[in-house]
């Protein structure tokens, strides 16, 4: 068949994917090269420790975020396919839309210097491909414009986030493990969304061990970072964390007693811990008791 027919083909099923018509599935890495321009500089859009995300632009004009998983040593396949299934389970208005994967194996022939022989290397390329989300992430509304927010978005954007996590908790038995502003994206109307499930795993039993620590320093649990311990409780710390954050523009409550002291004696006088009272954020939200 034709390479150009191909790849049309592959164009609309995955732009059926994306208005509903048809569920997440495998993707050829044809069709993810040549909607990224060939994972061109241009379109990169974010990167991290793991793989680095690219804009993908449809022949209709919509758009597609597609992650590549940077195979700097070797890929994991576990964490893949791990992340694969979680997000196969996942439909929710909290979560990031997952369209679909690509899981591409090559061998490709090198000549030994000064010799005849050729030897063979495996090129691996797992990818996935997600609903383009404009917005940003939540992190730049916390670092740059927390002022510009007012309290009815900062509530709705809490709740949404919640709801997220709600789904993945108690609907679908699935842990996050690195829940903080960066995985959260906002779309144009401010919903929030939760992304990245490299760590995510299902709840085959109520809490697992892990040698290996690959969370957000700031965000983690303590019993994560200490003892490798993961659970649903890792995810509602770093709940928390995110919350506070997004109020007071810090990761934690601050720990000096004169501080502290000094919130509390405003919060007896009516204001709020740690917020200046203002049209912008109700004066009874987290105020405490006086006795």
């Not at 195979?71 to 439909?91: A, G, W």
Request: aromatic letters at 8%.
């Amino acid at each position: 068949m034709d390479y150009t027919l191909d790849i049309q083909m592959d164009h609309e099923v995955l732009e059926h994917i994306l208005d509903g018509r048809e569920k997440p599935k495998n993707l050829s890495l044809a069709l993810l090269k040549d909607v990224t321009g060939n994972f061109s500089g241009d379109r990169e859009i974010g990167h991290g420790g793991f793989a680095t995300v690219y804009k993908g632009v449809l022949p209709n004009g919509n758009y597609v975020a597609v992650k590549r998983i940077k195979n700097i040593h070797s890929i994991n396949e576990t964490l893949f396919y791990r992340e694969v299934d979680s997000l196969l389970n996942i439909e929710h208005e909290n979560v990031v839309r997952f369209l679909g994967f690509c899981a591409s194996t090559d061998q490709i022939a090198i000549e030994k210097e000064g010799s005849k022989e050729f030897i063979y290397a495996e090129v691996r390329e797992r990818l996935l491909c997600f609903e383009y989300i404009s917005n940003g992430s939540l992190k730049n509304y916390i670092t740059d414009e927390l002022r510009g927010l007012e309290w009815n978005t900062c509530y709705e954007i809490i709740r949404g986030i919640c709801e997220g996590l709600y789904h993945l908790h108690r609907e679908k038995q699935i842990y996050h493990m690195d829940m903080k502003p960066d995985n959260i994206l906002l779309d144009n109307d401010m919903v929030p969304k939760i992304t990245d499930f490299g760590l995510s795993r299902l709840d085959e039993k109520s809490q697992t061990m892990s040698e290996d620590r690959f969370g957000s320093v700031g965000y983690c649990a303590p019993e994560y970072l200490q003892q490798g311990k993961m659970s649903f409780k890792s995810d509602m710390y770093s709940l928390g964390v995110i919350i506070i954050e997004l109020v007071t523009g810090q990761k934690a409550i601050p720990n000096n007693n004169n501080e502290m002291e000094a919130q509390m004696e405003e919060n007896r006088e009516g204001n709020t811990i740690g917020l200046p009272t203002s049209s912008k954020m109700p004066r009874n939200w987290v105020t405490m008791p006086a006795n």
